[in-house]
Each structure stands twice: as C-alpha cells, then as structure tokens.
C-alpha cells in the first residue's frame, strides 16, 4: 500500500475512533436521548446524499431490510449502549461485528472455518466478556450489552448485502440514510422525551457533532474507504482497521477523561488479537467478514 492511501486509511480509522467518542459525548453529557440523535445523523446523511438516490435499485426490497438491521437496529442499539457504557470499552466490544460476521457467514453461507479462526472467536469474546464483567460483583455492563447486540445486528445487515445487486457505496449510504431516519423518529418519539429541547440547548458542539457524524464520517469516511477497497484487497484492509478500535480508547482517555485499567488492557489485548487472527484469515464466501460492520454503516 502506498503511503498516501495508508494514510488515507490512518485518518478514515481516526475519523470512526473519534465519533465513538464524539457520539458518548453527545448521548452522555449532553444528554441528547440516543435514538434521536441517530434519527438526525440519518436524516442528514438522506438529504446531503440525495443525488445518489438514482439510479432506482434493482432490488429494493432487501435494501430496505438492510437498512432496517444496519440503519435502524445497529445505530439505535450502538447509541443507546454509548449513554450507558465508556466509549474506550465501547469501541472494543463493537469489533465483535467481525466475528460475528464470520459466525453468520457459517450459519447462512456455509463458511467452514480451520483451527485458527475458531481461536479467534473465542478469545474476541472472551476478552469482551473480561471488559464487561465487574469482577467485584460480576455483575455485566448494561451498556456493553447494547453494544454487542449492535455489533450482531449489523453483522446479519452484512450478510443481507452478500445477496443484493451491487451499488455504489455512497447510494448504498444514501439508502440507508432514506430508509433509517422515520423508524428511528418514531421510536425516539415512543421512547424518549424532550428530544428537541436537549437537542436545541446543546447548542454549536452538538451541531458540529451532527455534521461531523454526517459529513465527516458517513459521506468522506466511508467514501474513502470503498476508494481503498476497489484498489487493495480485503485481507490487507482488515488487519489495518484495528486502528478504529486503538483510536477510540486512547482519545475517550484524552478527551473523556475515562480511566485506563489492567482488566481493560488486558480485555482489549485478548479481544482485539483474536479479531485480529479472523481478519487475518480469509473468509472465502464473505470477504468482508473481517471488516465487520464498516462496508454497511461507514464505521461507527
């Protein structure tokens, strides 16, 4: 890979590490209630991506599935598992999405795996299981929950795109945005309370927050990323991508202030190997098992 394009991978990874806790902030601090901010990040994302609704998709109708699992369901689990979990264990625990992925493309698409990948898999969950377990009342995180729940909702998005006719990634995108945004409003409107108001009071730093979310991370950093992976193959990409992950803790210990423990060192060395040992090996009917959730969602 050349330098430009590594570096191109290097600010696309910041870019998704930095919504992680751009996105705590927003649902935790400034208390914006969860659903509704994903409502507006889509409703965003659907109008400045309106050109790209054309040409009409083929098939429509598992668009809009995909759509509800990667729009709806994964961004409204991931959003309300930030208001209750740190953003550094947060963004760990989200890379289950690749071994997730590879568990659905066995279930659904018949991958067999070897001896290395099933390693794999148990130690990315088992080292979420050591983030998430309060050892002093192994009581789990509530948040944490939310946030594996996300990871496998996008997961069973992704195999849903394996049988869809291929689109460009930013009509893929814009489709998505169309489709999410009104679920997610009605929810927001069932379940939460004084969405507006907070929203309104928040002020510049939650707009920016929305048009960085938007425009930052929807529209360049998934654009930039479905550039890099129409010029270098999946198993070269998906190690590359643990740099999300390593970006999200270190900057919710910068900005956040969240502390950094052994049990999550550890949790995050054990889990990340083993998503690590996945991507490195090649899953033949769904390539893009090692890359999780990203081609769906443009990263977190």
Known sequence: MGFKDFLLLFT??????????ITRWVVFDAAVPPIFFAAIRFF????????????FPKDIKTLFLISLFIGSGHFALLFVGLAYAEASAAAVVSQLAVPFSTLMSMAFLGETIGWRRGIGIMLAFAGVLLIAIDPSSFSISFGLLYIAAAAFIGSVGGILMKRISPISALQMQAWI??????????????????QWNTYIIGGWP??????????????????????LIKKYDISLLSPLTLMT??????????????????????????????????????NKTLPEAGMGKKLGSGGS
């Open 177 to 194: 945005g169309l489709f999410s945004f009104t679920p997610l409003f009605v929810f927001s409107g069932l379940f939460e309370q004084g």
């Open 12 to 21: 696309v990874c910041f870019v998704w590490g930095l919504n992680i806790v």
């Open 44 to 55: 965003g994302v659907a109008l400045i991506l309106i050109p790209f609704l054309r040409p």
């Open 206 to 227: 939650v707009w920016i927050s929305t048009i960085f979310a938007v425009i930052g991370v929807s529209v360049f950093g998934h654009g930039a990323f479905y550039h």
């Open 245 to 282: 992950p390593i970006w999200g803790v270190v900057l919710s210990i910068v900005f956040l202030k969240e502390a950094i423990t052994a049990q999550l060192i550890l949790g995050s060395v054990i889990s990340l190997g083993g998503v690590l040992v996945i991507a490195l090996r090649r």
